[in-house]
């Protein structure tokens, strides 16, 4: 019976011969170097709740494949709503371990790893594909990653970089010889399969492009290099005390490439410009299901911010000033904003295929484009309320033990309203790593960028108004208004002219 793996089994699956770089050198293993391995326990600890009573029930369902197992519920497709709020619940309960602040957990990729059985006819002569990686996700659960973006090199003159973006050296019998380089594949180190996709644009027009496909990290030819590690930092100069969340929940991001990379038909899921399914990202359910787990995820970051907000506040009595309190109903409001479109998506659900169900795409457009900006304003509202306090702070625990010093702390640094200064510096500290730090940097230009280009986002939103009829209702609705009246008075009998 094929089971999704446990924690230590994850640990264990990422010592597999994977070419991953960090400072100048080749990780023998990744999940014992200091760069990544707490963040590798980090998701292990999620594969555990798998197995865990205390957990099972929200995370969990039977598979549907007839292997007699059960799989994470995002891994299943859903008939109603009901199954997509029991979705929403999971991905929850999976992203408060992590309070928020990993994006791209195994259960994100399900988000078009649930399609493929359901909607495998959308992929054409590669269907079975679909089917067979569909089976082997439910009811394992791997790690899987992606890579859609072209590398920002000559992005005004893609003919000039023919030779960086992904592209088809040869055919041969058995499958594909791949090249080229993606962005970003964030948390890629820790994955055991890429997903990699064309950039539509280049792909209609040139064949060696249009290619979508999956591939093991441990394929030979295939290379990750990379970003500082925030973790390390942590590790080198630090303590837990000091950097609570980048020293235990850094994705790390990294350059991926593919140096003549070997893909067995069986990995394919579309090729050739003739093949590659239209409208991808909508017509696969691909948008409206990672929309669906990003909006999640970041309504529960959003509980952890408000709340660390709150608190910081009352350690300084900053919490009774009118103004402040003004902001932190607004950051409240933006909290209740992104759940409730969260909820959307999942209680009026967009019917689909077959009798499945997709979560609402109009409230996924709506996160996709306003979540970006909301995020910037919150931290512009941290930095602004709670000030001076977020670097009043000393530069390690080591301060604490000194005595010369720790008298000091106590008496000019404590908190208000009875709150010791251990537990205030401890309370900046995080808030600091949260919204001050450069793993906060990353994390600004992670939600500003999570789904795509800031004008992208946005634009889409008219196209697809205008594709399903919904701008066409808004504009019917004036006529209607304008109809009503002309220059010489009421049309409409309702109304009196005067």
Same mark, same amino acid.
């Given at each position: 019976?094929?089971? #999704?793996?446990?924690?230590?089994?994850?640990?264990?699956?990422?010592?597999?011969?994977?070419?991953?770089?960090?400072?100048?050198?080749?990780?023998?293993?990744?999940?014992?170097?200091?760069?990544?391995?707490?963040?590798?326990?980090? /998701?292990?600890?999620?594969?555990?709740?798998? &197995?865990?009573?205390? !957990?099972?029930?929200?995370?969990?369902?039977?598979?549907?494949?007839?292997?007699?197992?059960?799989?994470?519920?995002?891994?299943?497709? +859903?008939?109603?709503?009901?199954?997509?709020?029991?979705?929403?619940?999971?991905?929850?309960?999976? =992203?408060?371990?992590?309070?928020?602040?990993?994006?791209?957990? #195994?259960?994100?990729?399900?988000?078009?790893?649930?399609?493929?059985?359901?909607? %495998?006819?959308?992929?054409? +002569?590669?269907?079975?594909?679909?089917?067979?990686?569909?089976?082997?996700?439910?009811?394992?659960?791997?790690?899987?990653?992606? =890579?859609?973006?072209?590398?920002? @090199?000559?992005?005004?003159?893609?003919?000039?970089?023919?030779?960086?973006?992904?592209?088809?050296?040869?055919?041969?019998?058995?499958?594909?010889?791949?090249?080229?380089?993606?962005?970003?594949? *964030?948390?890629?180190?820790?994955?055991?399969?890429?997903?990699?996709?064309? !950039?539509?644009?280049?792909?209609?027009?040139?064949?060696?492009?249009?290619?979508?496909?999956?591939? #093991?990290?441990?394929?030979?030819?295939?290379?990750?290099?990379?970003?500082?590690?925030?973790?390390?930092? =942590?590790?080198?100069?630090?303590?837990?005390?000091?950097?609570?969340?980048?020293?235990?929940?850094?994705?790390?991001?990294?350059?991926? @490439?593919?140096?003549?990379?070997?893909?067995?038909?069986?990995?394919?899921?579309?090729?050739? *410009?003739?093949?590659?399914?239209?409208?991808?990202?909508?017509?696969?359910?691909?948008? !409206?299901?990672?929309?669906? &787990?990003?909006?999640?995820?970041?309504?529960?970051?959003?509980?952890? $911010?408000?709340?660390?907000?709150?608190?910081?506040?009352?350690?300084?009595?900053?919490?009774?000033?009118?103004?402040?309190?003004?902001?932190?109903?607004?950051?409240? +409001?933006?909290?209740? /904003?992104?759940?409730?479109? %969260?909820?959307?998506?999942?209680?009026?659900?967009?019917?689909?295929?077959?009798?499945?169900?997709?979560?609402?795409?109009?409230?996924?457009?709506?996160?996709? %484009?306003?979540?970006?900006? =909301?995020?910037?304003?919150?931290?512009?509202?941290?930095?602004?309320?709670?000030?001076?306090?977020?670097?009043? $702070?000393?530069?390690?625990?080591?301060?604490?033990?000194? #005595?010369? @010093?720790?008298?000091? $702390?106590?008496?000019?640094?404590?908190?208000?309203?009875?709150?010791?200064?251990?537990?205030?510096?401890?309370?900046?500290?995080? /808030?600091?790593?949260?919204?001050?730090?450069?793993?906060?940097?990353?994390?600004?230009?992670?939600?500003?960028?999570?789904?795509?280009?800031?004008?992208?986002?946005?634009?889409?939103?008219?196209?697809?108004?205008?594709?399903?009829?919904?701008?066409?209702?808004?504009?019917?609705?004036?006529?209607?208004?304008?109809?009503?009246?002309?220059?010489?008075?009421?049309?409409?009998?309702?109304?009196?002219?005067?």
């Amino acid at each position: 019976m094929a089971r #999704p793996l446990t924690g230590r089994a994850f640990i264990d699956s990422l010592r597999d011969g994977r070419d991953v770089f960090f400072n100048g050198e080749r990780i023998d293993d990744v999940a014992a170097h200091p760069a990544f391995r707490n963040s590798a326990r980090s /998701m292990a600890r999620l594969y555990d709740a798998l &197995h865990d009573p205390a !957990h099972q029930s929200a995370l969990t369902c039977a598979t549907d494949t007839g292997n007699g197992g059960y799989t994470h519920r995002y891994f299943r497709h +859903a008939r109603n709503a009901d199954d997509l709020v029991a979705q929403q619940e999971a991905i929850a309960s999976w =992203a408060r371990l992590t309070y928020g602040w990993m994006g791209r957990t #195994p259960d994100y990729k399900a988000s078009i790893m649930n399609t493929l059985d359901v909607n %495998a006819g959308y992929y054409g +002569a590669h269907a079975d594909n679909a089917r067979q990686w569909h089976k082997l996700a439910q009811e394992t659960v791997p790690f899987m990653n992606h =890579a859609l973006a072209n590398p920002p @090199i000559d992005r005004a003159r893609p003919e000039q970089a023919q030779d960086v973006y992904i592209h088809i050296d040869e055919e041969t019998d058995g499958g594909l010889v791949i090249s080229g380089a993606k962005v970003v594949a *964030t948390s890629a180190a820790f994955t055991h399969y890429t997903f990699l996709s064309h !950039h539509a644009g280049i792909a209609r027009s040139d064949k060696s492009r249009a290619v979508m496909f999956f591939t #093991p990290m441990n394929a030979p030819g295939l290379k990750l290099i990379c970003r500082n590690s925030y973790e390390y930092q =942590a590790a080198q100069a630090s303590s837990p005390f000091d950097a609570p969340l980048s020293s235990r929940f850094d994705e790390n991001d990294a350059i991926l @490439i593919l140096d003549r990379v070997f893909v067995p038909w069986e990995n394919v899921l579309s090729h050739g *410009t003739d093949a590659m399914p239209p409208d991808f990202p909508t017509a696969s359910g691909f948008m !409206h299901g990672t929309s669906f &787990h990003g909006c999640t995820r970041f309504a529960v970051k959003l509980d952890f $911010l408000t709340g660390l907000l709150s608190k910081a506040l009352h350690v300084t009595s900053g919490d009774e000033f009118r103004g402040n309190q003004v902001m932190l109903g607004e950051v409240i +409001a933006l909290r209740h /904003m992104f759940w409730s479109l %969260a909820n959307t998506m999942a209680r009026q659900p967009d019917h689909w295929v077959h009798g499945a169900v997709l979560p609402n795409l109009h409230a996924a457009l709506a996160y996709r %484009a306003l979540a970006p900006d =909301a995020y910037g304003r919150i931290k512009e509202i941290v930095h602004k309320i709670v000030a001076s306090a977020l670097i009043y $702070l000393p530069s390690s625990t080591r301060d604490f033990d000194n #005595p010369e @010093i720790d008298q000091y $702390l106590s008496r000019y640094v404590r908190g208000s309203n009875g709150i010791g200064h251990r537990e205030r510096i401890k309370l900046m500290k995080l /808030m600091w790593d949260a919204v001050g730090s450069e793993f906060a940097g990353r994390h600004e230009l992670y939600e500003r960028n999570y789904m795509g280009s800031h004008e992208e986002i946005k634009v889409h939103l008219q196209a697809m108004a205008s594709a399903d009829g919904s701008l066409a209702q808004m504009t019917d609705l004036v006529d209607q208004c304008l109809a009503d009246y002309d220059e010489h008075g009421w049309v409409n009998p309702v109304w009196n002219t005067p």
